[in-house]
């Protein structure tokens, strides 16, 4: 089976600008959640999307969306960018049931942001 | 409310010793305890995971860690390092309070010298 795919692998993007990353999971997951690294926050959970719908959210302000669609793919949306959303966004996919260790991550998206 | 406390941002070890990383956590429930390896421009992979089954719990690539409830501590160990065990790793806590939460660890960078 393929892994986790993540697009695009490297982005680099202005203050104000507007983003969307791709996540495709593995085949059959149908959960998706999305994780932000950076060096000062550590990673952190953003949300986790199940059959097409928000089933956990973290902790960010509202610039922060994301959508799965009907084949378990999922885009994450940031509107307005900041210095500090520069990271590396994680996806993870996982067969259904909760639980972190089910979870196979993907390589993730460096975002810079100038 | 949880935490997760990695106590040490680097270490360094010479190939062939052991390899110690320390974790310590709270939490008002009872956690699941993991620890992640990921290596430079790749994505989390489990190494092992504590559920409250035995305390002493074997992980992947020779590692192991130890729950110890009374000192709220979750410390990685390994016997011997290898070249390939450089990485940095992440120690994570989950609990299940109506959802599950997940906390991460800042991380610790291991670096091993031959």
């Known amino acids: 089976k393929a892994g986790v795919t993540q697009t695009p692998r490297y982005l680099i993007k202005t203050r104000g600008q507007q983003v969307t990353l791709s996540c495709s999971p593995i085949?059959?997951?149908?959960?998706v959640s999305w994780y932000q690294q950076t060096p000062g926050q550590g990673l952190q959970f953003l949300f986790e999307?199940?059959?097409?719908?928000?089933?956990n959210k973290g902790n960010f302000p509202g610039r922060f969306s994301g959508r799965q669609f009907s084949n378990s793919r999922s885009e994450m949306n940031v509107s307005t960018l900041e210095l500090g959303d520069s990271a590396l966004y994680l996806c993870?996919?996982?067969?259904?049931?909760?639980?972190?260790?089910?979870?196979?991550f993907g390589p993730g998206t460096r975002l810079l942001v100038l | 409310a949880q935490s997760v406390t990695q106590l040490d941002s680097h270490v360094s070890v010479s190939e062939g010793t052991p390899v110690l990383l320390r974790c310590n956590y709270s939490?008002?429930?009872?956690?699941?305890l993991f620890w992640y390896v990921q290596h430079p421009n790749k994505g989390l992979q489990l190494l092992l995971k504590?559920?409250?089954?035995?305390?002493l719990v074997k992980g992947i690539n020779g590692f192991e860690a130890e729950f110890k409830k009374s000192e709220t501590s979750f410390h990685l160990t390994k016997p011997s390092a290898h070249m390939s065990d450089a990485a940095e790793y992440f120690c994570?806590?989950?609990?299940?309070?109506?959802?599950?939460?997940?906390?991460f660890g800042t991380g610790t960078k291991l670096q091993v010298i031959p």
């Open positions: 999307y199940f059959s097409e719908t928000q089933r």
């Open positions: 994570v806590v989950s609990t299940s309070e109506g959802y599950q939460k997940v906390t």
């Open positions: 939490s008002s429930y009872s956690p699941s």
């Open positions: 085949s059959g997951h149908r959960s």
């Open positions: 504590y559920t409250s089954a035995a305390t």
């Open positions: 993870a996919s996982s067969p259904g049931t909760s639980g972190i260790e089910t979870q196979y």
